[in-house]
């Protein structure tokens, strides 16, 4: 019995924000199947592991930037720049697919190196290089396009309805490169300084681990996945939006701290994030069968950063 005991109290220390995420998910799905008799289909179900590939690939990026202790706004003008890029380089011809690909991908991955450069040399806080970064990409889309542009040879859409084993290829994915990631963070030195680095910036640079890289690994990757997350966004839309990252930036921190990551760095995880994007994406789908407006649905995230935020702080100061 003790070591029952030994063993709850260890996963509600190191796993109570996993856990408490698929408690709530458990309830929203009885309440969401007692609201209407659709909700519980599998073609439902479907239908939101469709909808939840995009943010939670942005998540995954947000992520290890927490981790690290530091923060990315500028992730949902990146989706909607490499949205337009990707649409309006490939214009429908086949032959420039892979050029326009290659290129939203170095460009994502240039603007979190951008991002995590200032922040070292400059020693601006990563909220404010990230929040003019921000407002530089959003204006640099407008430049490009103020309306949707380009479209996408055929088939390409299969990345966003396309099945397999009766799965979303959307979900696979994301699944995928989230297991990936949870074994990088966990067994790969690297991977670990990221931990080091944000539970404890100062000694984890007395201790000689590589601050500097930990930064660039860590903003360029999230930088990478907005870049991956806009061509599912894409493959959905058909043609890049100049808006299409707008409600990115909240909706990306939102998974990352009900999943247990504390804003203060050094500790969570991005098996927490990906059910924080399942519980948000789920939520999102029972409030649009109760007929709610997606205004709502804004004001909703917006109240579970911030009770989410107080828990986590209030768990912290009493341990």
């Known amino acids: 019995m003790k070591s029952v005991a030994n063993t709850f109290t260890f996963l509600t220390k190191r796993r109570g924000g996993l856990l408490t995420v698929i408690g709530l998910i458990f309830v929203l799905t009885i309440f969401g199947m007692i609201v209407s008799d659709r909700f519980g289909t599998a073609s439902n179900a479907v239908n939101i592991l469709e909808q939840s590939t995009a943010l939670a690939l942005v998540s995954l990026g947000q992520t290890l930037v927490i981790i690290t202790g530091g923060i990315d706004l500028s992730v949902g003008s990146m989706v909607s720049l490499a949205s337009v890029l990707l649409s309006g380089i490939t214009n429908g011809d086949p032959a420039m697919m892979w050029v326009a690909l290659i290129t939203i991908l170095a460009v994502g991955v240039f603007v979190g190196l951008i991002n995590a450069g200032a922040s070292i040399y400059l020693g601006v806080h990563p909220l404010i290089v990230t929040l003019g970064m921000g407002a530089i990409l959003q204006g640099l889309t407008l430049l490009y396009t103020q309306t949707p542009i380009g479209k996408m040879p055929k088939g390409f859409d299969e990345l966003a309805y396309g099945r397999f084993l009766g799965l979303p290829i959307g979900a ?9 990631t949870a074994l990088f963070l966990r067994k790969v030195p690297l991977g670990r300084y990221i931990y080091a680095t944000g539970d404890d910036a100062v000694g984890a640079q007395l201790m000689g681990l590589p601050r500097k890289k930990v930064l660039f690994v860590a903003y360029g990757f999230c930088g990478l996945m907005a870049s991956v997350a806009a061509i599912f966004m894409v493959a959905r839309l058909g043609a890049g939006q100049p808006y299409t990252g707008q409600n990115f930036t909240l909706t990306s921190i939102t998974p990352v701290v009900v999943g247990g ?8 995880g991005v098996m927490g994030t990906l059910m924080g994007v399942y519980l948000v994406s789920l939520l999102n789908n029972l409030l649009n069968f109760m007929d709610l407006s997606t205004h709502y649905q804004l004001i909703v995230q917006g109240l579970i950063v911030i009770v989410a935020v107080s828990v986590y702080v209030e768990n912290k100061k009493r341990v």
């Open 172 to 180: 696979i994915f994301t699944i995928v490169i989230f297991v990936l």
């Open 261 to 268: 990551t504390l804003l203060s760095g050094g500790r969570g």
